[in-house]
């Protein structure tokens, strides 16, 4: 998925309208800038982790720097294989870094960012406060390297971060092979903040993946719930 559009089908002057850039699906994630993704709940940390690397690009020039703290491995487990299975052919390598402080983790992340020796940071942390994300941001910015935070349910409060996102798990589509068996994964996403597109927050994008043709879809607000009133019905799509 190089990248994905958001079309409203709304009259014109009912939605805000935003420039090119800003109305991009999913905001800038994995493409620029620092953004986290927290857990709705506690045990969501695989649904944001899928979340993220469904809507990554297909590909990378360079390296992925994974850094994870000793005591979020410990409450959700480390990289599994089928993450680099995933990636390959995508990336280079996945370079992983366990820390056991967050000071430690905060600056492999900000030493990852200046190397230039990857094209993205992607990072398990406890917390990060407002200095350490506007620190992260401006190093961002200035080395063009994107940064994602995996971040627990419990982040709340004031960040840089251009774009905080909210996810959970939801039940996989229906298998139409087998009823029984698991379909494709879906993930609600909700878009908590964002400096790129504030008249977006709070929007709810219902996620499905298909894992053999490498696409992210919406699933039909019809099928899951009824949209407020005047809201615009969303489509996303791969752009030629």
Do not use: C
């Not at 857990?39 to 940390?45: I, K, P, S, T, V």
């Not at 992607?122 to 961002?140: G, K, N, Y």
């Amino acid at each position: 998925m190089d990248f994905v559009r958001l079309q409203s089908s709304a009259r014109q002057g009912s939605y805000p309208v935003l420039k090119p850039e800003q109305a991009a699906f999913p905001y800038g994630l994995a493409r620029t800038g620092v953004h986290e993704v927290a857990e709705a709940a506690f045990g969501d940390h695989a649904a944001l982790t899928g979340f993220v690397l469904a809507a990554m690009p297909r590909s990378h020039d360079l390296s992925i720097l994974w850094v994870s703290m000793h005591s979020r491995s410990m409450d959700h487990g480390t990289i599994r294989q089928a993450v680099t299975q995933h990636l390959a052919g995508r990336v280079p390598a996945i370079l992983q870094v366990r820390t056991g402080k967050l000071f430690d983790a905060l600056w492999s992340v900000e030493e990852g960012i200046r190397s230039s020796a990857v094209s993205l940071v992607i990072a398990e942390l406890t917390d990060a406060d407002f200095t350490a994300t506007r620190r992260l941001t401006l190093a961002s910015a200035r080395y063009g390297v994107p940064v994602i935070l995996l971040m627990p349910y419990t982040r709340e409060g004031a960040t840089a971060a251009e774009a905080r996102w909210r996810v959970s798990a939801q039940p996989s589509s229906q298998n139409i092979f087998d009823p029984r068996a698991l379909g494709h994964r879906r993930w609600r996403a909700v878009l908590e903040r964002s400096r790129r597109a504030p008249d977006h927050v709070g929007r709810v994008f219902d996620l499905e993946y298909d894992d053999e043709a490498l696409s992210l879809s919406l699933v039909s607000r019809l099928a899951t719930r009824s949209s407020p009133p005047g809201a615009p019905d969303y489509e996303i799509r791969q752009a030629g």
